[in-house]
């Protein structure tokens, strides 16, 4: 289960919760535009543009879970099980992307979420591996820029977009289920509300926070969704990129995994391995981990945008 929230502050900084039983070896990884990404349908992409974000690197190959590219076009891939249905083959014409292939074709040919959407909907997610070892993973996909997000999800209905004014993404349900919930806590408020129960019967509020119960508070995808979009809409921070950045861990922290609180159907305690915050004007990956508060910056090698090798950072 994973968090993904679009802050908008002046420009993007793009956040997610990495919410997972076990390490995937999971590290930072930037792609210089001249690495020749190899696809299994769409032959090569010699020229692209940069990008970083948390990977697992096969084969010298990133496998991203959330990256950003030059441009500040951040992408993720979030768990969705139950409803992801990859086609077996695509109609004629239409690009073919396997699941791990869509963040780094998207945002090595796509410069903002307009370009992204244009060149989704000639697309078909096919059911291809990476390698047999290496089984797929059910995803659906939050785009972003500093403008505007949308959600790709591919079920049975086939590939749909979806635009999203939220700026969130959870697991299950579907964004449509997710955007009928939203509407049922429209009565939430940062403020103590005004006495309607009845108008002649005495009513003081013995704290602060009444005007939000109600607002969910377990790890459930749907409840993690509104949780972070109240926090994420009704935030109060400064214009610095020191001040956006803690503010966006804070409110990954709000919906974060407590190791424990939630035993996966493998017996495993959930918890949030690591979460992170892209500054995407400027190219940077902060991250923190489970067992540490202390914030972490991989910037994107400006020096070597041209370069062909990938360049892999440890998470610490």
């Not at 930037?30 to 697992?56: N, Q, W």
């Not at 996909?141 to 979806?162: C, Y």
């Amino acid at each position: 289960m994973c968090t993904v929230i679009a802050f908008k502050k002046n420009t993007l900084f793009f956040g997610r919760n990495m919410d997972i039983e076990y390490d995937f070896g999971q590290k930072i990884a930037f792609m210089p535009r001249e690495f020749a990404y190899h696809t299994k349908r769409e032959g090569a992409l010699l020229k692209h543009y940069a990008m970083i974000g948390a990977a697992r690197v096969e084969d010298g190959v990133p496998l991203y879970a959330e990256a950003c590219n030059e441009k500040g076009l951040c992408m993720a891939g979030l768990n969705f099980p139950g409803n992801a249905v990859y086609a077996d083959e695509a109609e004629k014409g239409k690009i073919q992307l396997a699941p791990y292939e869509m963040i780094p074709y998207v945002l090595g040919k796509c410069a903002d979420v307009e370009e992204a959407e244009a060149l989704l909907k000639n697309t078909e997610i096919i059911k291809v591996q990476f390698k047999p070892a290496l089984p797929l993973a059910p995803l659906h996909w939050i785009v972003a820029d500093k403008n505007s997000s949308i959600v790709v999800e591919r079920t049975e209905r086939g590939l749909e977009i979806f635009d999203n004014p939220y700026g969130v993404l959870t697991n299950n349900p579907p964004f449509a289920k997710q955007k009928e919930n939203v509407l049922i806590c429209g009565g939430l408020s940062v403020i103590n509300p005004e006495n309607y129960f009845g108008k002649e019967l005495p009513q003081e509020y013995l704290c602060e926070g009444v005007g939000a119960i109600g607002l969910p508070g377990d790890f459930s995808s749907q409840s993690r969704f509104i949780k972070a979009l109240f926090c994420k809409e009704n935030s109060v921070c400064g214009d610095s990129e020191k001040q956006c950045v803690a503010q966006v861990f804070r409110i990954l922290d709000s919906v974060a995994m407590v190791r424990g609180a939630v035993i996966t159907q493998n017996g495993l305690p959930d918890l949030t391995t690591y979460s992170c915050c892209i500054d995407a004007q400027r190219g940077v990956y902060y991250y923190k981990t489970y067992d540490s508060f202390a914030v972490n910056a991989v910037r994107m090698d400006k020096d070597n945008l041209n370069s062909e090798k990938v360049i892999v950072s440890e998470m610490i």
